[in-house]
Structure formats: structure tokens, C-alpha cells
Nanobody, 124 residues
């Protein structure tokens, strides 16, 4: 059974940066598209970014485009989310997820492996 473990969350002031990491283990995630989602209190889970298995293509939500960047290092079985120019509305629990196929999508229902999440809090 595969496992995804997120790290790198924390408290940061508005305008600051954080880099989230998602370490995959237990099964070969290198051939799978990966994504980041987030869920704020009282809100539904929303798509943040996704990346193809080889990192050649990425997809970012309009709300984070130009500020967040997803990347991956398959040699280390790790996916990253670089978050710059953070805003209070970015406050949420951020989840790493893996699909069972290689294509990009923002549909959470097509991601079958999920991490436990890491809290990101942006103060104003």
C-alpha cells in the first residue's frame, strides 16, 4: 500500500513563502500524475496544482497561478509546492494526492491516494 506524507506547512505572514514537500513510499508513484489540494475550514476541498509523471506538464488553479509552482523529483519520490506571495485566503490544510494514471486533472475524485495533510496558516 502506498503512502504519501506531506511536510513544510506552518505559520507565515502575508507576502511570505513556504515550500511544501510530499514524500511517496510503498509503491511506484513515479509513473503517476500527482496533485496538491487544499481545504479551508467550512469550505470544500479545492484543487491547487497538478503535475504529470515526468514533470513535463503542470496545471495550476487560477487562484494560485503566478504565485505557486508544483514540481517533482522522481529520483527522490517527492513532489513539491513552492508557495510565494502568500495571502490570508491561502490558509488551509494542504493535501498531496496521486492518481492511478499519468494525465493531468483537477478532479479530486480521480486521485486515489491521499496524504494526511499539512496546515498552512497565513497571517495578515
Amino acid at each position: 500500500q502506498g503512502q504519501l506524507v506531506e511536510s513544510g506547512g506552518g505559520l507565515v505572514q502575508a507576502g511570505g513563502s513556504l515550500r511544501l514537500s510530499c514524500a511517496a513510499s510503498g509503491r511506484p508513484f513515479s509513473r503517476r500524475a500527482m496533485g496538491w489540494f487544499r481545504q479551508a475550514p467550512g469550505k470544500e476541498r479545492e484543487f491547487v496544482a497538478a503535475i504529470t509523471w515526468n514533470g513535463g506538464n503542470t496545471l495550476h488553479a487560477d487562484t494560485v497561478k503566478g504565485r505557486f509552482t508544483i514540481s517533482r523529483d522522481n529520483a527522490k519520490n517527492t513532489v513539491f509546492l513552492q508557495m510565494n506571495s502568500l495571502k490570508p485566503e491561502d490558509t488551509a490544510v494542504y493535501y498531496c494526492a496521486a492518481r492511478t494514471s499519468v494525465g493531468l486533472t483537477d478532479n479530486a475524485d480521480t486521485y486515489h491516494y491521499w496524504g494526511q495533510g499539512t496546515q498552512v496558516t497565513v497571517s495578515s
